[in-house]
């Protein structure tokens, strides 16, 4: 069992910047796929960024390439989504998402997930 706490969304302007965090219960993330999703209104949801187990490799949706990083603490028991250089579109309820092992896909088949957090980026 994976209990996840995100926190660090909110409304920013355009241009501005973002830091949300993904917090485990009970558990590290060294042998879990960590990743972001993003749902917008009347839009499935839609892969942003993951991690691999250890954070040793990254892969990110070709809509934030350049502007959002992932990444994972020292501890390993935090996930985070640095996101730079907003734009309207990145509007949406973001989830962090963790399964065991490796993951190959966008594709949201996930183990488990966060509650969401709203991030809003004015014109």
């Known amino acids: 069992q994976v209990q996840l706490v995100e926190s660090g969304g909110g409304l920013v302007q355009a241009g501005g910047s973002l830091r949300l965090s993904c917090a485990a219960s009970g558990r590290t993330f060294s042998a879990y796929t960590m990743a972001w999703f993003r749902q917008a209104p009347g839009k499935e949801r839609e892969f942003v960024a993951r991690?691999?187990?250890?954070?040793?490799?990254?892969y990110y949706a070709d809509s934030v390439k350049g502007r959002f990083t992932i990444s994972i603490d020292n501890a390993k028991t935090t996930v985070f989504l640095q996101m730079n250089t907003l734009k309207p579109e990145d509007t949406a309820v973001y989830y962090c998402a963790v399964k065991s092992g490796f993951v190959y896909t966008t594709a949201p088949q996930y183990d488990y997930w966060g509650q969401g957090t709203q991030v809003t980026v004015s014109s």
């Open positions: 991690i691999s187990p250890g954070g040793t490799s990254t």
